[in-house]
């Protein structure tokens, strides 16, 4: 999902509240799309379960006063939900075709 104008804090203290009390809700997409204090409150206050955060509202480190932080039923990792061993071996193999297409003056995936 691309930050955008229309999809900043699209999941707000609105949207959160629709939720059911045993929801928990993972962001990896952009951490702006949440807004992050809402969030806490409504974690702070059992109005959702629980809270799984790749992405945050600047890049980690994050800053140690985000409410986030201190929220129950959270967590948090600095960014690396595609660190996986397939996302690994996937990207080896592409970066591999990618090369041997070049040698062969016939070049994939240009931007």
């Not at 959160?16 to 809402?38: C, E, S």
């Not at 959702?48 to 140690?64: C, L, N, R």
């Amino acid at each position: 999902m691309p930050l955008t104008k229309e999809t900043t804090c699209m999941i707000n203290a609105e949207k959160i509240a629709l939720m059911k009390k045993n929801a928990i809700l993972i962001n990896t997409a952009r951490g702006k799309v949440i807004d992050t204090q809402a969030l806490a409150d409504a974690l702070n206050k059992g109005k959702i379960a629980g809270v799984s955060i790749d992405v945050f509202d600047t890049e980690p480190p994050i800053k140690a006063e985000n409410p986030l932080l201190t929220a129950k039923n959270v967590v948090l990792s600095p960014h690396i939900g595609f660190d996986t061993q397939e996302a690994m071996q996937k990207k080896a193999i592409i970066a591999l075709e990618n090369i041997a297409k070049w040698i062969k003056v016939k070049p994939q995936n240009i931007m």
